[in-house]
C-alpha cells in the first residue's frame, strides 16, 4: 500500500513496548538517491518552559502502519538493546 506524507501526518505514533503515544509525524529522513524513507520525526516531550527535542524514530523500529495509527518498538532507554534475536 502507498502513503503519501500528507496520510502519515495524521495518524498517531504509538510505541508497542510501553503503549505511549508519541505523537503524529512532523517530518521524515530520506535517503538520496535511492529515495528511502530512512526515519520518521515525532515531537519530543513537551515541558511548560523548554521546547521539546524532536524524536527520530528509524524506519526499521516501525512494527506496522495501520487506518489510523503508525506502531513503532522503541526501548524506554535508548542504550537498551530490542531483543530481536530471540524472537
Do not use: Q, W
Amino acid at each position: 500500500m502507498d502513503y503519501n506524507l500528507t496520510d502519515l501526518k495524521k495518524k498517531n505514533v504509538i510505541n508497542v513496548l510501553d503503549g505511549r503515544d508519541l505523537g503524529k509525524i512532523t517530518d521524515l529522513i530520506i535517503s538520496y538517491p535511492d529515495g528511502k524513507i530512512k526515519s520518521i520525526i515525532v515531537p519530543g516531550k513537551k515541558t511548560c518552559f523548554f521546547p521539546s527535542a524532536e524524536l527520530i524514530i528509524s524506519f526499521c523500529c516501525i512494527e506496522r502502519i495501520g487506518d489510523d495509527t503508525i506502531l513503532v518498538k522503541l526501548c524506554k532507554n535508548p542504550h537498551e538493546k530490542l531483543l530481536e534475536e530471540e524472537e
